[in-house]
């Protein structure tokens, strides 16, 4: 128990320090080779902070253990969503670009409903990976070729920026060259720390009998989602919104694709997917990420009071599986009062939020074009009198 602990804080210890240099690197990377820093959210800080995941995935393939590897990844992926965005608004409101709302939460959406349909018939199966792994070539292909070329998202938003960050240094490729470094050793450190805070938590709740699925929904997911929780948090204090935003939401479409994916290659005969992941885990994973479609869609940000509101829908999530573990007596008064009260309650918040943005931008049009109505009538005015 005291090896297990001592692990844990020394886990936890890294991850904060390792977050820190991974997200002043992809910063870097971003000034230096004028690329986006939702891009570097989306392919360095993800593809990074998803290779706990990736470990564990294919640790668990390896050995037989296929409810930890499918649940490590779910339960991610849930935790990305309601507990680091959450987390990550409550320390600053987070600004959502148009990007996210019109290309990488489809593209989240997308890829959960299709492991969903992949996994009806019990299984993530070798050929299933393949499709899986292009998949995400071509998403990152298509992402990296989008941050170069878009003239909004790169000359706009870099000029200062470039100019800030050039600004007594030396040469571009010493610069590209440090940050890279800062970002290969954030990587590491993140990933070791992980590793050591999964396997303290692990041998921790092994030691009460819980089960393999409920370990890589809880102790597993939350362990290696810590890296993008700490990378997103630390990005959202140094007021970098697009790297946390972007960390959170493509993780999820690393931790599908490429975790997943190389899992079922790897694996003989593919991943095996547990019942109680199709009826329940699964669909609350696409749940949550439709639940961002109306956060982002009012004023395209997340609030302080939506990110408490995830938060504490992720600590529901996580004492209904504990409370489903246990068998405890009252778990199903529980269930009553999510399903009757809660989200009933949450869903009519945000739709009334949904409403009183449309009111406001039709307002705000009406304004607009009743200003340029009178614009041309003076226009015409003085014409006349000239």
């Given at each position: 128990?005291?090896?297990?602990?001592?692990?844990?804080?020394?886990?936890?210890?890294?991850?904060?320090?390792?977050?820190?240099?991974?997200?002043?690197?992809?910063?870097?990377?971003?000034?230096?080779?004028?690329?986006?820093?939702?891009?570097?959210?989306?392919?360095?800080?993800?593809?990074?902070?998803?290779?706990?995941?990736?470990?564990?995935?294919?640790?668990?393939?390896?050995?037989?253990?296929?409810?930890?590897?499918?649940?490590?990844?779910?339960?991610?992926?849930?935790?990305?969503?309601?507990?680091?965005?959450?987390?990550?608004?409550?320390?600053?409101?987070?600004?959502?670009?148009?990007?996210?709302?019109?290309?990488?939460?489809?593209?989240?959406?997308?890829?959960?409903?299709?492991?969903?349909?992949?996994?009806?018939?019990?299984?993530?199966?070798?050929?299933?990976?393949?499709?899986?792994?292009?998949?995400?070539?071509v998403y990152l292909v298509w992402t990296l070729m989008q941050g170069k070329t878009d003239p909004d998202d790169v000359q706009?938003?870099?000029?200062?920026?470039?100019?800030?960050?050039?600004?007594?240094?030396?040469?571009?490729?010493?610069?590209?060259?440090?940050?890279?470094?800062?970002?290969?050793?954030?990587?590491?450190?993140?990933?070791?720390?992980?590793?050591?805070?999964?396997?303290?938590?692990?041998?921790?709740?092994?030691?009460?009998?819980?089960?393999?699925?409920?370990?890589?929904?809880?102790?597993?997911?939350?362990?290696?989602?810590?890296?993008?929780?700490?990378?997103?948090?630390?990005?959202?204090?140094?007021?970098?919104?697009?790297?946390?935003?972007?960390?959170?939401?493509?993780?999820?479409?690393?931790?599908?694709?490429?975790?997943?994916?190389?899992?079922?290659?790897?694996?003989?005969?593919?991943?095996?997917?547990?019942?109680?992941?199709?009826?329940?885990?699964?669909?609350?994973?696409?749940?949550?990420?439709?639940?961002?479609?109306?956060?982002?869609?009012?004023?395209?940000?997340?609030?302080?009071?939506?990110?408490?509101?995830?938060?504490?829908?992720?600590?529901?999530?996580?004492?209904?599986?504990?409370?489903?573990?246990?068998?405890?007596?009252?778990?199903?008064?529980?269930?009553?009062?999510?399903?009757?009260?809660?989200?009933?309650?949450?869903?009519?918040?945000?739709?009334?939020?949904?409403?009183?943005?449309?009111?406001?931008?039709?307002?705000?049009?009406?304004?607009?074009?009743?200003?340029?109505?009178?614009?041309?009538?003076?226009?015409?005015?003085?014409?006349?009198?000239?």
């Amino acid at each position: 128990m005291l090896q297990a602990a001592g692990l844990i804080l020394i886990g936890l210890i890294g991850l904060v320090v390792g977050g820190e240099l991974l997200v002043r690197g992809a910063s870097g990377l971003a000034i230096a080779a004028r690329i986006s820093p939702l891009v570097i959210g989306i392919t360095v800080v993800s593809f990074g902070t998803s290779a706990p995941e990736l470990a564990v995935t294919v640790q668990a393939s390896l050995a037989d253990a296929p409810a930890l590897a499918v649940g490590n990844v779910v339960g991610s992926n849930i935790a990305n969503i309601l507990l680091i965005l959450g987390a990550a608004a409550l320390i600053a409101p987070l600004t959502v670009k148009s990007r996210i709302i019109k290309v990488d939460l489809p593209v989240v959406l997308a890829c959960s409903a299709a492991l969903w349909l992949l996994s009806l018939d019990g299984r993530v199966g070798r050929l299933d990976g393949l499709v899986m792994v292009l998949a995400l070539c071509v998403y990152l292909v298509w992402t990296l070729m989008q941050g170069k070329t878009d003239p909004d998202d790169v000359q706009a938003e870099f000029t200062q920026a470039v100019a800030a960050g050039t600004e007594g240094q030396g040469g571009g490729a010493g610069r590209l060259f440090k940050q890279a470094l800062l970002v290969a050793a954030g990587l590491v450190l993140l990933v070791l720390a992980a590793q050591a805070m999964v396997s303290g938590a692990g041998d921790i709740a092994r030691l009460f009998g819980v089960s393999e699925l409920i370990i890589g929904l809880t102790i597993i997911a939350i362990g290696t989602s810590l890296p993008e929780l700490v990378a997103s948090v630390l990005a959202s204090w140094r007021g970098e919104g697009d790297i946390a935003v972007g960390n959170a939401v493509g993780s999820n479409v690393f931790n599908i694709l490429a975790v997943l994916g190389i899992g079922a290659l790897i694996a003989p005969g593919g991943i095996p997917v547990h019942p109680d992941v199709l009826t329940l885990d699964l669909p609350i994973m696409i749940a949550t990420a439709l639940f961002c479609i109306p956060l982002f869609f009012t004023g395209c940000r997340i609030t302080r009071l939506e990110g408490g509101v995830m938060v504490g829908y992720f600590v529901a999530y996580t004492v209904y599986l504990a409370l489903g573990a246990t068998d405890a007596a009252f778990t199903r008064s529980f269930e009553v009062a999510m399903l009757g009260f809660v989200i009933p309650i949450t869903v009519l918040a945000i739709g009334f939020s949904v409403v009183q943005t449309l009111k406001r931008r039709r307002s705000d049009a009406h304004a607009r074009c009743t200003d340029v109505r009178q614009s041309l009538a003076a226009g015409k005015k003085d014409s006349a009198s000239d």
